[in-house]
Nanobody
Framework: QVQLVESGGGLVQAGGSLRLSCAAVGSIFSIGVMGWYRQAPGKQRELVATITRGGSTDYADSVKGRFTISRDNAKNTVYLQMNSLKPEDTAVYYC??????????????WGQGTQVTVSS
């Protein structure tokens, strides 16, 4: 069984930075696309950024130029560097990974979520 373990959330002032980490642990053959999503109170979960195993990235327009997603395939870990944070970035951030088993179809898993709060 594969699980995602997140870390790095917290409270920061507007304009500050935070770095989130998410490690896939367990019996892993391969991990495909990894990504970060967020959910603010009263809102739907939304895509923040994704990265393929080869390093191709995609970002929500709201975070382009401020956030950077990266990954370490050897460690099955994905990172989200968040700079120039704004109060509207406040949300619970969830890690997502597409797990590729030795046999069978790939499937998505989610982390437990980590709170990011940006004060004005």
């Amino acid at each position: 069984q594969v699980q995602l373990v997140e870390s790095g959330g917290g409270l920061v002032q507007a304009g500050g930075s935070l770095r989130l980490s998410c490690a896939a642990v367990g019996s892993i053959f391969s991990i495909g696309v990894m990504g970060w999503y967020r959910q603010a109170p009263g809102k739907q979960r939304e895509l923040v950024a994704t990265i393929t195993r080869g390093g191709s990235t995609d970002y929500a327009d709201s975070v382009k130029g401020r956030f950077t997603i990266s990954r370490d395939n050897a460690k099955n870990t994905v990172y989200l560097q968040m700079n120039s944070l704004k109060p509207e970035d406040t949300a619970v951030y969830y890690c997502n990974a597409n797990v590729i088993p030795i046999v069978g179809r790939s499937y998505d898993i989610w982390g437990q979520g980590t709170q990011v709060t940006v004060s004005s």
